[in-house]
């Protein structure tokens, strides 16, 4: 119930782009704030892109000017659009769902299952 799942991730060369997609399950998802967030190896986890379910985003430094949000209620599916790919984008990405938080991390209530982005040639 209000669990975020359905991320598909894969490996990208360097300046390329990807598409995650998060499906949410329970309730309609424009209900929920839908946030990415990602870990790379010995870093802490970091939120990257947020929607409210006003239709708001808010972003993480590392989303800013590359990365978008967006959200397709008849899927209830949200998606984090990457462009300008690069190495140290890569990390595992999680969608999570909140009904107060949104791109911090300890607030979220639901987490889907992670997915491997690697950026590398």
């Known amino acids: 119930r209000g669990a975020a799942a359905g991320v598909w991730g894969g490996l990208v060369q360097p300046g390329g782009s990807l598409r995650l997609t998060c499906t949410v399950s329970g309730g309609s998802v424009n209900w929920w704030n839908i946030g990415w967030f990602r870990q790379a190896p010995e870093k802490e986890r970091e939120g990257v892109l947020c929607?409210?379910?006003?239709?708001?985003?808010s972003y993480g430094d590392s989303a800013k000017g590359r990365f978008t949000i967006s959200r397709d209620n008849a899927k209830n599916t949200v998606y984090l659009q990457m462009s300008s790919l690069n190495s140290e984008d890569t990390a595992v990405y999680y969608c999570?769902?909140?009904?107060?938080?949104?791109?911090?991390?300890?607030?979220?209530?639901?987490w889907g299952k992670g997915t491997q982005v690697t950026v590398s040639s």
């Open positions: 999570a769902a909140s009904l107060s938080s949104c791109l911090e991390d300890y607030g979220m209530d639901y």
């Open positions: 929607l409210n379910s006003g239709g708001s985003a």
